[in-house]
């Protein structure tokens, strides 16, 4: 499995961002995704989830309200949209899927097997 982040940038307090997964080898239809993101000295942490046929969606309290992920599995692409950015926000942001197929959501990174190599989120003030 290959995960491909994309869509990362630098954008001002309040402005919008809309970052892409593109998963090959594999066939996204069948897994649950999640994004994280990870600041400078601190954990990677959880962002939000979506089932498989997108018929469940899971956010961290930190973005709900203001992020919504999607997918389009003819694209074999997830999607984050990112409004009313704040400083806090500003992070690597990765995409990531579990090995099991059909899978609930999970919030924890230990039930992800499959990571992409990240894309940087950079809000100013």
């Known amino acids: 499995v290959q995960l491909m982040e994309s869509g990362g940038g630098l954008v001002q307090s309040g402005g919008s961002l809309k970052l892409s997964c593109k998963m090959s080898?594999?066939?996204?239809?069948?897994?649950?995704m999640g994004w994280f993101r990870q600041a400078p000295g601190k954990e990677r942490e959880f962002v939000a989830a979506?089932?498989?046929?997108?018929?469940?969606?899971k956010y961290a309290d930190s973005v709900k309200g203001r992020f919504t992920i999607s997918r389009d599995n003819r694209k074999s692409t997830l999607y984050l949209h990112m409004n009313s950015l704040k400083p806090s926000d500003t992070a690597v942001y990765y995409c990531?899927?579990?090995?099991?197929?059909?899978?609930?959501?999970?919030?924890?990174?230990?039930?992800?097997?499959?990571w992409g190599q990240g894309t940087q989120v950079t809000v100013s003030s």
């Open positions: 990531a899927a579990p090995r099991q197929t059909y899978g609930s959501i999970h919030t924890s990174r230990q039930n992800y097997d499959y």
């Open positions: 080898g594999r066939d996204f239809s069948q897994y649950m």
């Open positions: 979506i089932t498989y046929i997108s018929a469940l969606t």
